[in-house]
């Protein structure tokens, strides 16, 4: 029984003939792909609800955090240029010194005797003076120079600590002429 298969196809025509040699129908293709996808097993979703319940809840917190981020830095910004400048600040260190050294001044000429002691220091603060209108000067033209900052404020304790050592000075030596006199009574 062996045979050529080739010979057998030669002499039917193999869409229309089967094996057994019957003819086949006309939709007999057609209804045999209808029978294979019936009979394959349905697929079911690959996506899963608890999957999908993940995947919204982390785009939930990832946009949450989001906002929340750029909220704290809009905050943030805000409370700098709430803030005041340093030249407000300067100007507000300025007027607290200025103040302690007019106040220290006063006592000192309450308390001086001397004019020439008087004359002495009036120069030497009038001269710190100078010096701190041509900081100043500086200052307004640039305002983030730390050295001009830092000298003004320099300029300033400078001026106060002279003023508090003259009065510590007058109050030493009118403690060494009190004796004296509380005697002589």
Known sequence: MKQDIRDLFRDTDADSVDASGKQLLDNHRQEFYDQLKASRPRRESKLNTNYLIKIAAIITLFVALTIA?????????????????????????????????????????????????????????????????????????DNNDIFVIESLVENLQTRLQLLKDIQEHINVLNQKTEPYETTNI
Do not use: C, H, M
């Open 69 to 141: 981020l750029f909220a704290t830095v809009d905050n943030t910004s805000n409370q700098i240029v709430d803030e005041p400048s340093i030249e407000t600040q300067i100007e507000g260190i300025e007027k607290e010194y200025l103040a302690s050294i007019d106040i220290e001044w006063k006592r000192f000429l309450k308390v001086a005797n001397d004019e020439k002691l008087v004359k002495r220091y009036k120069d030497k603060l009038d001269d710190l003076n100078s010096d701190y209108k041509e900081l100043s000067l500086q200052f307004k033209e």
